[in-house]
Each structure stands twice: as C-alpha cells, then as structure tokens.
C-alpha cells in the first residue's frame, strides 16, 4: 500500500517495501495528482509482488524505480529493452480486475465480469485493445442487439470497456482517446402509459398485447 501525504504545500508517497517504509517526494501539486502517483505505485509494487516486472530493479533503487514509472533512466541509454507486447482485451481486463476487485462494490466488480464475457467473446479477447476502433464498438453494439439485447444493455458493456481503457491509459498502457465518439445506440422499446387494470383488459380483448400488464396502476 501507498499513502499520500502533505507536508506545508509539498506531497509525497509513503510505502512499504521489504519490510521497509520509505518516501519520495512529489511536489507542489493538486490531490488528485497526488492520487494517480499514489495509484501508480501501487499498481507497479503489485507488479513487482506478483514477479511480472524483469529485472527486478535494486533495493536501493526502488524509489528512482517508482518515481520514473517503473523505469531506472540509464538503462534507457545502454541497452535496448525487449520489445513490449501489444496490450490485449483480455490482458486489460484482468490488470484491471486485478487491482480493482478489491477497491469496487462487489456488484459493479460482478457487473463488469458479466459485460466482459460479450465482450470478449464478440470483440476477441486476443485482439490487440490499440487497435479497436468506431467500426468495431459500432459492430459491437448491432452484434448485440441482434441477438435480442437492449441498446441500453449494450452501452452499459461499452462503458464496462471505456472505463477500463481510461485507466489503462492513465497508467500509461495504452495511449490515445477511447474511439466511441459517434457511436450510435438503437433505441430501446418505449413502454406503454400506466392504465387501470379495466383499461387494459380491453385492449387486450381488442387484440392487444399481453405485456401491457406491465403498466398497470392499481386505483383504490
């Protein structure tokens, strides 16, 4: 765990590592941006907990480690890094999950588990997330709506996904806006008036449909 702290005008991150409290200092800057360093270096101490980061850096380096986005500077300079994979939708989806599950009601973790399995069964969990464009949210959504769906319901999974990618852009995975803009929902089914029970027993008798029992009001 990371803590924000200010000291006069200045923040700094406090955390644990190795058994070990150490801190380095921000700077002059808002909460918020206090927050998203704090965010990060959680997010790159999971990474090294879990042994997804090679080469581990240093002890006595962790904190130039974490104040340049999990990156020593002069590695950059004497030696090519391997190339970094492509992030996937399924790859994005579990960073997220990961570091979330824990922070999110239940439910909405619940939700978005739920949303994912559409998307990554239509979109293709081995897609490269980069690479998703209008054509294919838009394809998405009528892929949706054709197998019987709200549009409602399929912009509810979209925002699942553009949610993900923010972060995942803010964390410095991914780069470049989410590519919904424009995208079009159908409308939904729009639902009757309230009726008394009386009234629609006549139109049922008249042939109408039986879902009008949906809109009935109860009088006293």
Do not use: C
Request: charged share 25%; no cysteine.
């Amino acid at each position: 765990m990371a803590y924000p702290r200010i000291r006069g005008e200045s923040w700094r991150i406090l955390f644990n590592y190795k058994g070990k409290q150490l801190t380095f200092t921000v700077g002059e800057v808002t909460e918020i941006e206090a927050q998203a360093v704090k965010g990060k270096v959680e997010y790159l101490l999971m990474r090294l907990k879990q042994r997804l980061i090679h080469p581990v850096p240093p002890d006595n380096r962790i904190i130039e480690f974490l104040q340049n986005d999990g990156r020593l500077p002069e590695e950059n300079l004497t030696r090519t890094l391997p190339e970094k994979k492509p992030m996937t939708l399924a790859v994005l989806s579990k960073e997220y999950l990961a570091l979330h599950a824990s922070v999110l009601d239940p439910r909405t973790v619940k939700d978005m588990q739920g949303h994912w399995k559409h998307l990554g069964r239509l979109l293709g969990n081995q897609s490269t997330a980069s690479e998703i464009g209008l054509p294919d949210l838009q394809g998405y959504v009528m892929k949706r709506v054709g197998e019987g769906v709200e549009g409602a319901t399929a912009k509810k999974e979209i925002i699942t996904l553009r949610t993900m990618w923010n972060w995942a852009v803010r964390m410095n995975m991914l780069h470049g806006a989410f590519p919904n803009r424009g995208l079009r929902f159908p409308k939904g089914r729009e639902k009757p008036p309230f009726m008394t029970v009386a009234e629609v027993e006549r139109r049922i008798a008249g042939g109408a449909a039986a879902d009008l029992w949906e809109s009935v009001f109860l009088t006293r």
